[in-house]
Structure formats: C-alpha cells, structure tokens
C-alpha cells in the first residue's frame, strides 16, 4: 500500500513538473514572484532536454520501480492512473512527437520570458 501511495504521489509531481515546465514563466509576470525565474529556467531546460534527447525522465524508472514494489503490473484504477497518465505518458509517443513537445515548450517560455523582459525593460511591474 506504501509503495502504491508513493508511486501515485510521483505521478502527481511528474504531472504537476511538466505544468511547471510548461507554464512556469508566466508565473514570473507578477513581481512578488519574479524568482521564480530561478527556479523554471533550469527545470525549462530539462524539460527540453528529456524531450529533443528522446530521454526518459528519472521520474518513470522511479514509478516503475514503485509500482513494482507495489505488486502493481500497470496503471489499473484509480484516479491518478485514469486521469493523469494518459496526459503524462501518451499512447504512441515517437521520437518526432517528443521534438514536438519541446518545440512547444520552448515556444511557450520563450514568449513568456519576452513578455517579462519587455515589462522589466519599460519599468512595469
């Protein structure tokens, strides 16, 4: 039960990561949370990196090995596996789709981040 509950909670913080990675340079629009900026543009670029590398993250080995643990062969019931897998580990994900996926996350932040830049460049906050 302990190994089920831990591999559910890093699926939650994989789903909740790649939310971060994706959107994260919005959330430094507001000045009381520019630094933020620390903190995305490193895992921005992991994010980038996992997917034009056609890596895999540590984070699936880890839930894998979890599940294992678990006695669990696959994602049968529940809510995390019914709704955050499929988001998170999509069917038929090629090493084209996966340059893709990092192309629109690069995009994303790089229109966030030149959004932020042109507002500290003005003086808005």
């Known amino acids: 039960m302990l190994y089920r509950l831990l591999a559910d909670a890093v699926v939650a913080f994989h789903g ?3 939310l971060f990675v994706v959107f994260g340079g919005f ?3 507001r000045p009381p ?18 997917e034009f590398g056609g890596w895999i ?10 599940r294992a643990r678990a ?8 809510f995390i596996e019914h709704y955050l897998l499929p988001a998170i580990y ?8 996966q340059v893709v996926l990092g192309s629109a996350v690069l ?5 966030a981040y030149a959004v932020l830049i042109r ?4 003086g808005s906050p």
């Open 33 to 50: 949370w520019r630094w933020v900026v620390v903190v995305h543009l490193p895992c921005a670029l992991w994010g980038m990196l996992i």
């Open 27 to 29: 959330v430094a629009w």
């Open 90 to 97: 999509p069917a038929g994900l090629t090493p084209r789709i």
């Open 71 to 78: 006695g669990q062969a696959g994602y049968s019931g529940g």
């Open 57 to 66: 993250c540590p984070l699936t080995p880890l839930e894998n090995s979890l």
């Open 107 to 111: 995009g994303v932040n790089a229109l």
């Open 119 to 122: 507002r500290l460049s003005r």
């Open 16 to 18: 909740l990561f790649i």
